[in-house]
């Protein structure tokens, strides 16, 4: 499909809801507490002006990233050497079908008694949500390579080493591309739900909101809840393009 | 020179699969010599093993028994003294023409430069160098095929499987990849396996056919092909050829019936 | 008999090896009590539980929710999704939404919706339609688009208008993706549920979670996570059951 008229549609679309809104807020057919969009930039403004914005969004990044960047190596790790070594999967499966279908967000109090309310709970728990999708992915990615691959692999003389690392590897890289782009939309997620449960004093985006609410300041929140948006937004967009960079060979690349 | 070998010998190849209720026999106790520089080819119905038979010979599959030698040497897994090349193309979508021929040839360490060169003449050989930095998805499948050859010939096994290697082309192209096969073969001399389910293509590129009954596979009939070399297209026209091709169709439609152990020089090498 | 239950923790041996370890932990006394209780003191403080009515208020809470937002989000995303893929105009309109909303974090709009539609249910299940929207339009399009042309071709040849083509032809070849998309979506509804009682609510699992979890005592926490994780686990099972029985020609 052609990107540029969908595009060109989203922006007049988001043009549209902000006018509306600022209009309802102009003529206070809104309640105050729902701002306006002008408000909300002009507060962005003061926040970004105030300095400490770069400490919140810094420091929920710090978080995000390391999550995020544990469920990487750990994630796609575990899930070639479990789609490729049966005894590996037969071990780990379990233990992930036992997992998976719980609501992780319930593992924080649990993680919060251990670690306290502390970065390593919070870095944990995007790690614990995010890696389930990674894994599950890579792992069927793996188990749905063809035959044939590895077959001229090993026929080339290939070790396992090097069958893991220049087939099995590459082939499932659309695959675990597909996993980490849902462990990504939940590592933002599970960093705003870690900032804002079990508050402590400190920076981040969830400690922002938090303190806007508590102030009634609800221009803070929105421009809060904005750059959390922004954030995620740009970071899917910065995986799709390394992912198109990456598989350029790909002929279904999204 | 003391003893010489044949490039392939298969001696009483077995193989069972069982399962919880049965033991089912696919490949029972076949033989098989093929002599150093010869086209050997597989023909058989669906399903008889075939190509079982050949993936045991790549050392893909288990054999139950038997023994499997090349040149002498018995062999157990797989490896690059047997180049194998499969029906659909196991070409790494990931890299490009050259890259997939220089596969082989990285893993076994070949100097950057020697490696170059052999990947250029061999991409020549099959008349795809200047598509060396295309993507197997960007070629049509005879183009694939080609290269999946070059890809094998690059690594210099001594011997080559081949399983069905045109079988997912159209007709035309079919006939175009059998002739640049030869016109390849004729230049390695390295001896082949082949395994088709096309009796006209076996004629055509054989030395010799070795008819294959279905379940358990044993071999029903050993045909040598007596055509000069080169050949080409218009063989098929030819009365001997219909004659070949219809004695083995004769021989595939009845052998449900009662399969023939007919045992000829090339069985006993 | 015994040998399906033999095979069976064969099979789930992982875990079996997991609660052995963790067992001994607690038994020499490796960590303090308090953070590494037992796991015969976590199930005996979780059937205390289970059998107070604190369990049953707070799960049917959560359940309300969790079904209502559900519903709702696949009444308004199935047609939606369907829709999308017979018009085109609808689609060009919807694409760039689904687009710039995927990727955003929305459960960060739920102190908004707090101070919008109050404490109570209503911003919790206004989360949930939200969130479930996403996958379910999302496998509805893609699944509706993939509908092979040949079945609307032959629907039209034998006269089906629009009301018919949606009921007896578009709905029951996407079934098998519709579900995909409700598969992902329930278990979705749990988590933002949940979630959302635990950073501000008065009742609801998630409250009993954050209320279990302020005595930080560890086996009350562990004993309420058992029971979330027993009712994730059993929604699961069932969504398995009822794939298995309806979609049986996929």
């Known amino acids: 499909m052609d990107n540029k008229p969908l595009r060109m549609i989203a922006v007049i679309e988001l043009l549209a809801v902000f006018l509306i809104w600022e209009l309802l807020a102009g003529f206070q057919w809104f309640p105050t507490y729902l701002s306006s969009p002008i408000a909300i930039i002009k507060s962005m403004g003061e926040l970004w002006a105030d300095g400490d914005l770069l400490n919140h969004i810094g420091f929920s990044l710090f978080r995000s990233l390391m999550g995020f960047l544990l469920v990487v190596i750990v994630g796609v790790t575990l899930g070639i050497l479990a789609g490729y070594y049966r005894r590996v999967g037969t071990f780990l499966d379990p233990i992930v079908n036992t997992l998976n279908p719980i609501p992780k967000i319930a593992l924080l109090p649990i993680l919060m008694v251990w670690f306290g309310i502390t970065d390593t709970t919070r870095i944990l728990i995007i790690f614990l949500t995010a890696f389930f999708p990674c894994f599950v992915a890579t792992r069927d990615g793996v188990k749905s390579i063809k035959q044939v691959y590895l077959w001229s692999g090993q026929n080339m003389g290939a070790s396992t080493f090097q069958l893991l690392r220049k087939i099995v590897f590459p082939v499932t890289l659309p695959k675990i591309f597909d996993g980490l782009r849902v462990s990504l939309g939940l590592t933002f997620v599970m960093m705003f739900s870690s900032e804002i449960i079990g508050a402590a004093n400190g920076f981040g985006l969830g400690f922002l909101i938090l303190n806007a609410d508590l102030g009634g300041r609800t221009d803070?929140?929105?421009?809060?809840?904005?750059?959390?948006?922004?954030?995620?937004?740009?970071?899917?967009?910065?995986?799709?393009?390394?992912?198109?960079?990456?598989l350029w060979w790909d002929v279904n690349k999204v | 020179m003391t003893k010489k070998h044949a490039a392939m010998e298969i001696e009483n190849l077995r193989k069972v699969y069982s399962t919880k209720k049965e033991e089912v026999v696919a490949i029972k106790d076949v033989s098989l010599t093929i002599p150093e520089g010869k086209f050997v080819s597989i023909v058989g119905p669906s399903g008889c093993g075939k190509s079982t038979f050949l993936h045991i010979v790549g050392g893909f599959i288990e054999k139950s028994s038997g023994k499997v030698k090349v040149r002498g040497k018995e062999v157990e897994k797989p490896g690059p003294d047997r180049g194998m090349m499969f029906q659909e193309s196991a070409l790494f979508p990931w890299l490009n023409v050259f890259d997939n021929v220089a596969w082989g040839l990285d893993i076994q360490g070949v100097a950057k430069k020697e490696r170059n060169e052999i990947v250029e003449k061999y991409l020549k050989l099959v008349r795809l160098w200047d598509f060396r930095n295309q993507l197997p998805s960007q070629l049509s499948g005879g183009m694939r095929q080609r290269v999946s050859l070059a890809r094998i010939l690059a690594f210099d096994p001594e011997v080559l499987l081949m399983d069905e290697p045109f079988g997912a082309l159209d007709a035309q192209t079919r006939e175009e990849m059998q002739v640049e096969l030869l016109r390849i073969w004729s230049e390695s001399k390295k001896s082949v396996l082949f395994v088709t389910h096309d009796i006209e293509e076996a004629v055509f590129l054989s030395d010799t056919v070795v008819v294959f009954s279905g379940r358990p596979a044993v071999i029903s009939e050993v045909i040598d092909i007596k055509f000069p070399r080169p050949?080409?297209?218009?063989?098929?026209?030819?009365?001997?050829?219909?004659?070949?091709?219809?004695?083995?169709?004769?021989?595939?439609?009845?052998?449900?019936?009662?399969?023939?152990?007919?045992?000829?020089?090339?069985?006993?090498? | 008999m015994i040998k399906q239950i033999w095979n069976k923790v064969v099979d789930y041996q992982s875990i079996f090896i997991l609660l052995i370890v963790w067992e001994v932990i607690a038994a020499l006394g490796i960590m303090p009590e308090r953070l590494f209780p037992s796991m015969f003191v976590v199930i005996g403080v979780a059937y205390d539980l289970a059998i107070s009515p604190l369990l049953w208020d707070n799960l049917s809470v959560t359940m309300v929710r969790v079904l209502s937002g559900f519903t709702i989000a696949a009444v308004i995303g199935v047609p939606l999704g369907i829709m999308m893929s017979r018009f085109n105009l609808m689609n060009k309109l919807m694409q760039p939404m689904l687009s710039i909303g995927y990727p955003i974090p929305r459960v960060a709009l739920y102190p908004i919706l707090v101070f919008m539609l109050g404490i109570g249910s209503g911003s919790k299940i206004f989360l949930i339609v939200l969130e479930c929207l996403f996958p379910i339009i999302i496998n509805t399009y893609y699944g509706a688009l993939r509908v092979n042309h040949i079945y609307v071709w032959a629907s039209q040849n034998m006269g089906a208008n629009h009301f018919n083509m949606f009921w007896k032809v578009l709905l029951p070849a996407t079934a098998p993706s519709i579900f995909t998309g409700l598969r992902i979506a329930l278990p979705l509804a749990l988590i933002i549920s949940i979630l959302t009682e635990m950073i501000s609510s008065t009742e609801g699992m998630g409250y009993l979670l954050s209320f279990m979890s302020s005595s930080l005592v560890q086996e009350n926490v562990l004993a309420s996570v058992m029971l979330i994780a027993i009712l994730g686990y059993l929604m699961s099972v069932i969504l398995d059951i009822i794939q298995k029985k309806f979609i049986f020609w996929h």
């Open chain 2, 231 to 269: 050949r080409d297209l218009n063989l098929y026209k030819s009365a001997e050829f219909r004659d070949y091709r219809n004695q083995i169709w004769d021989m595939l439609h009845q052998e449900h019936h009662k399969p023939v152990q007919i045992v000829s020089e090339v069985v006993n090498g």
């Open chain 1, 220 to 246: 803070y929140m929105f421009a809060g809840v904005a750059f959390i948006g922004l954030l995620g937004f740009i970071f899917d967009k910065l995986l799709l393009t390394i992912r198109s960079k990456v």
